[in-house]
């Protein structure tokens, strides 16, 4: 009985995590106003027509930190074809880090303090790093990655939504 249990309780959790993959591929992105470390404010009306990647992420995250020289590769390989990446430090990453990261590692893709967590919670109150949405050309987002992923794969999808 207790295998049962725990196995129906398995299976509802995938249901659950499918159900909100595919809800999602009808959702849009949040209509928020990204402001950079330079000051440059992005909005969605300037990301339409684009595939975008909005990366939260933290300084003090270590797949965060061990998956940047790859995130760097695929950014440099895809941006000339209408790829965008948006990288979203934490509250809880002292902005001095923040800004010291992206110089040093001369991060290519704009990069955002979310000071007040507005956009955290904009995206579901986003606590965990890295977290990542892909967002396809008309705004919706089309993928939900929760910590180490297959880059493979990852390129893969970037490339089919470049596509369509």
Known sequence: MKKAVITLAALMALAGVGLWQFAG???MAPDITFVTLTGQKITP???RGKVVLI???ATSCLTCIKQMPGMIKIYNKLAPKGYEAI???MK???PNYVQNYAQTRKLPFPVVIDAQSQIAKAYGNISLTPTAFLIDKQGHI???YLGNHDVVVFTNTIEKALAG
Do not use: M, Q, T
Request: glycine share 0%; aromatic share 22%.
């Open 55 to 57: 990366d939260f992420w």
């Open 87 to 89: 990288f979203v430090a």
């Open 45 to 47: 009306a300037d990301l």
């Open 92 to 94: 809880y990453d002292p």
């Open 25 to 27: 591929a009808a959702k």
């Open 142 to 144: 089309i993928k939900r």
